[in-house]
């Protein structure tokens, strides 16, 4: 089992931020026709933004037996999903208050262990074969 940490895109956030760049590159030329280009510009930024943020998201590669799995961690939730490459949810599971939780994949088990911060922020420390990898 190999595992790795890697980036995955949110389309909720990719999608709404290309829509949003879109209007606003069609407002930035009419203000600019206008000679008023100063808050349409700003809406580009913004927009930008938000593109930039649907790349943050962070998740966990899990190889083996020419299966590829996703372990995606969802912050707002606090939930852990566990998916396929074609994006089939495979197992949903809420992060472990106190003690650490096994999680049975089709290439073994993983055990993930949340680690509360103060004002919210959690880390996810996932064991597999020996190795710790930590998601902040």
Not at 3 to 10: A, G
Not at 29 to 55: C, D, H, Q, Y
Not at 59 to 79: F, H, I, M, Q, W
Request: proline share 4%; net charge positive.
């Amino acid at each position: 089992m190999n595992v790795k940490k890697t980036r995955v895109k949110n389309q909720r956030l990719w999608k709404f931020g290309l829509s949003y760049l879109a209007l606003s590159l069609l407002l930035l030329t009419v203000g600019l026709i206008e000679k008023r280009p100063v808050l349409s510009l700003m809406n580009v930024f913004i927009a930008l933004g938000f593109l930039a943020l649907a790349n943050r998201f962070r998740a966990l590669r899990v190889e083996c037996n020419g299966k590829t799995l996703l372990l995606v961690p969802d912050y707002a939730t606090s939930t852990i999903t566990l998916k396929d490459t074609e994006g089939k949810v495979l197992a949903r599971d809420f992060f472990p208050l106190f003690e650490e939780k096994t999680l049975e994949t089709p290439c073994g088990t993983l055990g993930i262990r949340a680690i509360r911060h103060r004002f919210g922020k959690v880390e996810l420390r996932i064991k597999a074969e020996g190795k710790e990898i930590t998601l902040p």
